[in-house]
């Protein structure tokens, strides 16, 4: 018996051993995501996304897998949740801000702390905050590509209709949402190319291939195409069980 207990003692501790480690794993997916309407004269856009961070500190060895230039870093909610100290995001920006121009949507977590404070500290340190607004970048032949983000959807401060107006009709649309749910409010003549969304952690701990959340993922949709990332940190605890760790460099291109 005293063998049996022993043994499921030490299973456990190797459990969560492994699971800690998928929690913190700086694991760089990298993925070229090709649209028929993507603007000729932009040739090719880089975008580093990161969503979820939560308590996690971005570590030196995240950012030494991305080597190519990245023209917009998006991180895609939840910096942060209640407790993290905000020199701990003033020390993750400043490490994302190495590899390009910062931009960041709310998630839900972020108003777990005082948001007005975070925001003067964001806009403090140089960060675009796209909250129900768009910008817009425009080439030498007038092509434009856009990127739009909206607040918080479980905060129900989410204004897609008002990220629309303001990134105008014309040109090739991103929209970054923390919640992927945004999709069911997304119309196909909103001309929406792709979401950027993370929020469920791809169910942070599975089993036998379940959990509460699918796994992150990249879809096609009739209207628009979804990329849902596991994210970077945790919530709750540190452990991650099928659903590991992950960022994002995505190549976005004609084809």
């Known amino acids: 018996m005293i063998y049996i207990i022993l ?31 993507f603007p000729d004269s932009f040739e090719k856009i880089k975008i580093f996304f990161i969503s979820d961070i939560h308590k ?37 920006i400043s490490k994302l801000k190495q590899l390009g121009p910062v931009y960041f949507v709310w998630g839900n ?30 080439s030498l032949s007038g092509e434009r590509f856009i990127l739009l983000g909206t607040d918080d959807l479980k905060q129900e401060r989410d204004r897609l209709d008002l990220a ?18 945004i999709v069911k409010k997304i119309k196909k003549e909103d001309n929406i190319s792709l979401v950027l969304s993370g929020h469920t952690h791809g169910g942070q ?16 949709m009739d209207h628009t195409s979804i990329l849902i990332s596991n994210g970077y940190g945790t919530t709750t605890v540190p452990f991650r069980l099928g659903a590991k760790s992950e960022t994002h460099v995505l190549t976005l291109k004609k084809g």
Do not use: C, W
């Not at 459990?15 to 990298?30: H, Q, S």
């Not at 140089?126 to 909250?131: H, M, N, R, S």
């Open 7 to 37: 043994a499921i003692v030490v299973i456990g501790a190797v459990l969560i051993l492994y699971m800690l480690k998928e929690g913190l794993d700086n694991r760089v997916i990298k993925k070229e995501l090709v649209f028929p309407n």
């Open 205 to 220: 701990i599975r089993f036998l291939g379940y959990g509460l959340y699918e796994k992150g993922s990249y879809k096609k």
């Open 109 to 138: 977590n972020d108003y777990e702390v005082d948001y007005r404070e975070l925001d003067a500290t964001l806009l403090d340190l140089g960060v675009k905050i796209l909250d129900n607004t768009a910008v817009s970048f425009e």
């Open 164 to 181: 629309l107006q303001d990134s105008g009709d014309e040109g090739f649309k991103v929209l970054v949402s923390h919640d992927p749910e």
């Open 56 to 92: 996690r500190e971005v570590t030196e060895e995240l950012l030494s897998q991305i080597t190519e230039k990245v023209d917009l870093v998006i991180i895609g909610g939840d910096l942060l949740e209640k407790g993290v100290p905000l020199l701990r995001v003033k020390e993750n």
